[in-house]
């Protein structure tokens, strides 16, 4: 497609694949930069299996690609830049390390939701054109990132939301209050 112009399901479903190839990129470098501002070993561990399913889902959308004979440039995934810029301000932001994982947990849970929406979109195009070799990759990338979200929230719940309370309840309690 030389153009912009979307005129059927496949232009669409061309369209939202571009997206994704961009997206996926894009979540992989935030994600290194977020491996080393995190505090938690667990949270890193998460972010490194994060960051090698992204290599595999980005090697999974480029046999997408070859199987339609269409090259994977030509989209800015503007969703996921944002969501990267948004979230990197909120990082910087908390000057609690255990607050600053949970803003983490959260950044990278709206990135895989903004991608599940996309594979999910793209799978159903898929489908309805009869791609069912291009459906089944993306399938494969869309239950590892519902997998990622859950491992996420799952973590959140069993550690780093109660320390992220904990610790601002202890600052508070440390911080001389005027009388």
């Not at 070993?41 to 090698?52: A, H």
């Not at 996921?80 to 947990?105: F, P, Q, T």
């Not at 990338?141 to 719940?157: C, G, I, P, Q």
Request: aromatic residues 4%; negative net charge; contains cysteine.
């Amino acid at each position: 497609m030389k153009n912009n112009d979307i005129i059927d399901l496949y232009d669409l479903m061309m369209e939202q694949l571009r997206d994704l190839h961009d997206g996926v990129n894009r979540k992989m470098k935030f994600l290194e930069e977020a491996v080393d501002i995190s505090d938690s070993d667990e949270l890193d561990e998460l972010i490194i299996v994060q960051i090698k399913q992204s290599k595999l889902q980005k090697e999974r959308l480029l046999k997408v690609f070859k199987i339609l004979d269409e090259s994977p440039e030509g989209e800015n995934c503007i969703g996921i830049k944002s969501l990267i810029e948004a979230s990197m301000g909120l990082a910087n932001r908390c000057k609690n390390e255990e607050v600053r994982d949970a803003s983490l947990i959260t950044s990278i849970q709206h990135i895989n939701h903004y991608e599940v929406a996309g594979y999910g979109t793209s799978i159903a195009y898929a489908k309805v054109l009869e791609q069912h070799d291009v459906a089944e990759p993306l399938l494969n990338n869309l239950r590892e990132t519902k997998d990622a979200d859950v491992w996420l929230s799952e973590l959140a719940e069993k550690d780093i939301n109660r320390s992220a309370t904990w610790n601002a309840l202890v600052v508070a309690a440390q911080t001389p209050q005027a009388d």
